[in-house]
């Protein structure tokens, strides 16, 4: 209880408002277990509480100028977006209530960037939470069933734990495992724990059966263990062969991963050479990419619309859309799974050339400063930020509620730690 008993002292001292804030912070990643629409409601909370100080208190600051007004150069794109959709039902919600992220991000920039015990109070409740949830996956995958007596709604092949039918539990501890991580590496006492749990964090990730994100979470570590301690990278190493070993050694026995890992991944990329592309296109999620592909052929300049996509689900689509006439073999699904496509399909080449823009300023103006700092928690943050660019691997939807909740508050939180680091307050 020492590892967070000085905080809860701390939190007790300040304004009940900051406290119930703070809170709320801590508890997202349950909020995300219990639903979305849980988590939705605690960022709408936060958001207003954000408004509501720079409306009547004017207690704000804008810390970083060019980031505020890009954020609204986004959100006239998703006007314009709206604009031009083909359903603009569909569109409206989605587009309109953006703002919100808006404001939530700019509102946790200014909240956490002079608020350092607070911010760190956050990382210790979520490793707290990630423990408790990855180790009830494990139970699930030993058991078939975790704690509370729950399945899997795809026992066998996947595990859901505490979140049910929702199969997101690799998307939860990928997002949230290396700021935590990140945040324990960085601090001389927690190091060792922070490098044992990163590759307990990524086992448990393997063992969901969701191999997008294992395969992402591989790619992220080794982004990342560039950036470790040179005199720690030997435990760091070791702990990882022996998480690769137990990996190994998982896809060797147990039937459903042999196929899942080696025969659906390693036997089908050797029967077309090692050709990536052309194994991708054989896969259902190569279907829907082809898809995708193909309805943004008709709507090139403004895409189809946001949430458009899932318009192909539609019974006689083609007589509703008559733009989609040319359109064969088409895989229906809600989004394209894949982040460029969904920018590509539904916002069209206006709304790529923004998304990259964006995406491409934000790594130009913020690794330079990551490298000069050699701080691992600003690392983890920055790099957990961009794991949902990372190109070809299936993905969730950027704008729904599960996956931009989650990126818009690993963006505040980069931001805000930075500017602490800017501010020379943190004491290393």
């Known amino acids: 209880m020492n590892f967070i008993i000085q905080d809860i002292n701390h939190l007790k001292k300040i304004d009940l408002a900051d ?30 509480r954000f408004l509501i100080d720079f409306i009547f208190f ?10 505020f007004y890009f954020l609204f150069i986004i959100y006239g794109a998703l006007i314009i977006n709206l604009i031009f959709s083909v359903n603009y039902e569909n569109s409206f919600l989605r587009n309109i209530f953006f703002i919100k992220y808006l404001i939530f991000t700019i509102g946790t920039i200014d ?50 734990g505490f979140m049910g039918d929702e199969l997101k539990a690799g998307s939860l501890i990928l997002f949230f495992c290396f700021a935590v991580t990140g945040f324990l590496t960085n601090e001389k006492k927690y190091k060792i724990l922070g490098i044992i749990l990163i590759c307990f964090f990524l086992s448990t990730i393997f063992i969901t059966g969701d191999r997008s994100n ?27 062969l022996i998480m690769m070993g137990i990996i190994l050694s998982i896809i060797s026995t147990n039937e459903v991963f042999k196929e899942r890992f080696k025969s659906d991944i390693l036997n089908e990329l050797r029967q077309d050479n090692y050709n990536l592309i052309n194994y991708i296109k054989k896969t259902e999620y190569g279907k829907i990419y082809s898809s995708a592909y193909n309805l943004y052929l008709q709507k090139k300049i403004f895409g189809v619309g946001n949430k458009n996509f899932r318009i192909l689900c539609e019974k006689n689509f083609k007589q509703k859309y008559p733009f989609t006439q040319n359109l064969k073999e088409t895989k229906c699904n809600t989004h394209p799974h894949q982040i460029y496509l969904e920018i590509l399909v539904e916002h069209g080449i206006f709304g790529m050339t923004i998304f990259l823009i964006s995406l491409i300023l934000f790594v130009y103006r913020n690794f330079k400063f990551v490298l000069k700092e050699k701080d691992y928690l600003l690392t983890s943050l920055f790099f957990s930020t961009l794991i949902i660019f990372i190109p070809i691997l ?23 730690y930075k500017n602490l680091c800017s501010q020379k307050k943190i004491n290393h």
């Open 19 to 48: 406290r119930i804030t703070v809170i709320t912070f801590c508890f997202i990643p349950v909020f995300l277990i219990i639903g979305t629409a849980v988590s939705e409601l605690a960022i709408i909370a936060l958001s207003i």
């Open 111 to 160: 909240f956490f960037s002079k608020r350092k015990l607070e911010l760190f109070f956050i990382f210790k409740i979520w490793t707290l939470i990630l423990f408790i949830f990855s180790l009830d996956l494990i139970v699930q995958f030993i058991t078939q069933k975790n704690i509370i007596g729950m399945e899997s709604p795809l026992k066998y092949h996947r595990l859901s």
């Open 394 to 416: 299936p993905g969730g939807s950027f704008f729904t509620s599960f996956n931009a909740n989650i990126f818009w508050l690993n963006l505040g939180f980069f931001y805000s």
């Open 58 to 67: 004017r207690n704000f600051k804008i810390y970083n100028k060019f980031l």
């Open 214 to 240: 294992f395969f992402k979470s591989l790619m992220t570590f080794f982004c990342l263990a560039f950036f470790i301690d040179k005199k720690i990278i030997g435990k760091l190493l070791a702990l990882f």
